[in-house]
């Protein structure tokens, strides 16, 4: 056995010495670069699942019915912040909620990471900070996207820092959804998860029209002052296009913040549900 | 702690991790320093109750395994096997009890034990985004094993484990048997102090299982220890240093095979089938030797005559005191055979196995 003792214990992996802060960090990076390489190599099939339906959404709202006549020639600076917070939305929730419920109930593919020397709720943060990642990837393809649909997209320089805080916190409230819905429901269940919550949360959410235009509504208003979505296309408004009533940004930017935590401490401790017995 | 279990190529000073959480959550007790010392795994008082349960799936249990042991936990399915596992692994978290792993607490301490512990599960469960190379990489990854250590370790696993060829393929292609090898490879690329091992036969064929079994004998000699469950009688007598017998989530007994056999109170037994006069029968029932012969009621040995003596044919069972040989009545049965004219069928022995053991414990059979 002296030869396969040199194979199955190779050469000692060890070196030196490091903290359980420093373990903890290595393996995070490790997942998170593992995330990274899948997703690189699953470019085109990325692209075309994030961009799609808000391309169809832009070309239907904002260009066939301007053009027919049917909405105001304002109307793509009122719809196209809210498209794009949509997509951070969405693609974040999306991003997180079917994978991990798949891998929660059939593959398995979770386990190994799982298994890392690391805290598991930091496994959980790593879902949400990738998703954010790939969310915020995907808004920022919704720009040159717009130009090519829209011709004109609404742009102020001077809004991009808080564009930029928006659409963080618009995907992360999405990547925190995400990971309640794919650590709540079962694969066969998931179907009808999306159903039930991703459509109301995809109409009330503010993005294809102003919240205080719905002060004729009131019953209305205040349902869509509930979802975090709101929040994100209200703020998107006010960085790219302020001559719209708004929300203000600070309102905006604090309900974004609240509910993030909110969920965000939800979703993990429903990760650590499932992943622990 | 850069890399590798805290337990291997290091002195008794060099334990798990200097970071500040340990320092913490060790100070109120002595700290565990996860040297070599430390045995392999210590359990003691392990109980888990699951939610909504009525009873516990983990009773009480204490063992201890030293290093370099195979440990065999045997039992039926449903006794606590894999909750044992997922406790000693990290993944079930201790309702109450202690588990230690190099050393380390479980429960108080899982990100370090995870750094100890390789874990090949019942089900597939190898990343289907990656190839079976990558598989590996990003394990070690996970783990802090530097790059250029990992790849030339990668490499040398496939290649003890035939998947050399099938390095670039993803896992989604592989067999049962391929998939297993492909998860211990994976589970030693970080070189654990404890492989755990889930049912590793279940599914496997033959020559699969006999693979399995050689390279599982070869990791113990070379220092990892390795705890498996089965509820196959034959793979823990076959491989492991030390069985522990579990049901109903309670361990019954916990030794070497050999020893557990030799505890039982039956030794071994002689079944011989012979044709022969009634006086045949009676001279077997007291041959010396045996403690004792049990003679099934006897049946027509040949033709029937209607003659009185009559030969009948007879089923003798003999019981041997424990830890003598049953081959050595053999000659002593064939002499009286001769002496009455009759005929020897058939001398089958049966040494007490784990099953016995099984059986005087529990009361039933595994199978």
């Known amino acids: 056995m002296t030869a396969s003792t040199a194979t199955l214990r190779p050469t000692p992996a060890t070196t030196g010495l490091g903290s359980s802060w420093n373990r903890s960090a290595q393996a995070f990076l490790a997942i998170l670069h593992r995330d990274l390489h899948v997703t690189r190599r699953e470019l085109p099939a990325f692209l075309t699942q994030v961009v799609l339906q808000p391309l169809f959404l832009l070309f239907v709202f904002g260009k066939v019915l301007t053009e027919l006549g049917y909405t105001r020639p304002g109307y793509t600076s009122v719809l196209f912040p809210g498209i794009v917070a949509l997509t951070a939305f969405v693609t974040a929730l999306q991003g997180i909620a079917l994978p991990l419920s798949v891998e929660f109930s059939f593959t398995g593919d979770v386990q190994d990471r799982l298994q890392a020397p690391l805290p598991t709720s930091l496994v959980a943060v790593e879902k949400l900070l990738f998703s954010t990642l790939r969310a915020l990837a995907a808004a920022a393809i919704m720009f040159p996207l717009g130009i090519l649909v829209l011709g004109v997209i609404p742009w102020r320089g001077e809004g991009l820092p808080m564009a930029i805080a928006i659409l963080t916190l618009a995907a992360l409230n999405g990547s925190a959804t995400g990971l309640i819905l794919g650590t709540l429901a079962t694969a066969n269940r998931i179907s009808l998860v999306f159903a039930l919550v991703l459509t109301p949360l995809l109409f009330t959410g503010c993005s294809q029209y102003p919240w205080q235009s719905l002060a004729q509504l009131p019953w209305f208003q205040v349902i869509t002052a509930c979802n975090p979505l709101t929040y994100a296309s209200e703020g998107l408004r006010t960085a790219l296009s302020p001559q719209i009533p708004h929300l203000p940004g600070w309102a905006c930017v604090l309900a974004l913040t609240g509910w993030s935590l909110l969920l965000g401490a939800a979703g993990i401790r429903g990760f650590l549900r499932r992943a622990l017995d | ?367």
């Not at chain 2, 696993?157 to 993803?170: P, Q």
């Not at chain 2, 040995?301 to 044919?313: D, S």
């Open chain 2, 1 to 367: 702690m850069t890399g590798d279990p805290p337990v291997r190529g290091m002195n008794g000073a060099t334990s798990s991790g200097t970071g500040m959480a340990e320092t913490r959550t060790a100070a109120p007790q002595p700290r565990l320093k996860a040297s070599p010392a430390c045995p392999a795994i210590e359990v003691a008082s392990l109980v888990k109750r699951y939610p909504k349960s009525s009873g516990n799936a983990v009773d009480g249990i204490s063992f201890t395994v030293g290093r370099a042991r195979i440990f065999g936990l045997l039992g039926p399915n449903g006794a606590g096997k894999t909750t044992v596992v997922g406790m000693l692994t990290t993944r079930v978290r201790p309702t109450s009890g202690v588990a230690r792993v190099a050393g380390i607490d479980v429960a108080a301490r899982p990100a370090a034990a995870r750094a100890a512990v390789g874990v090949v599960p019942q089900r597939n469960n190898l990343d289907r985004s990656l190839s079976i190379r990558q598989n590996l990489l990003f394990h070690a990854a996970y783990h802090a094993v530097p790059r250029a250590g990992a790849a030339r370790r990668a490499e040398r696993l496939l290649d003890a484990f035939g998947l050399a060829g099938r390095a670039g393929d993803k896992p989604d292609l592989f067999s049962g048997g391929q998939s297993q090898r492909v998860m211990i490879a994976r589970a030693l690329m970080h070189d654990p102090v404890v492989l755990f091992l889930d049912e590793p036969s279940t599914g496997l064929d033959p020559a699969a299982r006999l693979f399995t079994w050689d390279r599982i004998r070869e990791l113990r000699d070379q220092g990892t220890t390795v705890l498996l469950t089965t509820h196959d009688m034959d793979e823990a007598e076959a491989l492991a240093d030390q069985v522990g017998i579990i049901d109903h989530g309670q361990l019954l007994a916990h030794d070497s095979p050999q020893a557990l056999v030799r505890s039982l109170p039956a030794g071994a037994s002689l079944d011989v089938t012979v044709t022969g006069p009634a006086g045949l029968a009676a001279a077997l029932a007291v041959l010396p030797g045996a403690e004792r012969a049990e003679t099934a009621a006897p049946l027509p040995g040949g033709p029937a005559t209607g003659r009185p003596h009559e030969p009948m044919r007879y089923h003798v069972r003999f019981r041997l005191p424990a830890g003598s040989d049953p081959g050595t009545l053999i000659p002593a049965v064939a002499a009286a055979v001769s002496r009455y004219g009759g005929r020897l069928h058939q001398a089958v022995t049966a040494t007490p196995s784990l099953e016995d053991v099984f059986l005087q414990l529990t009361g039933r059979t595994l199978r």
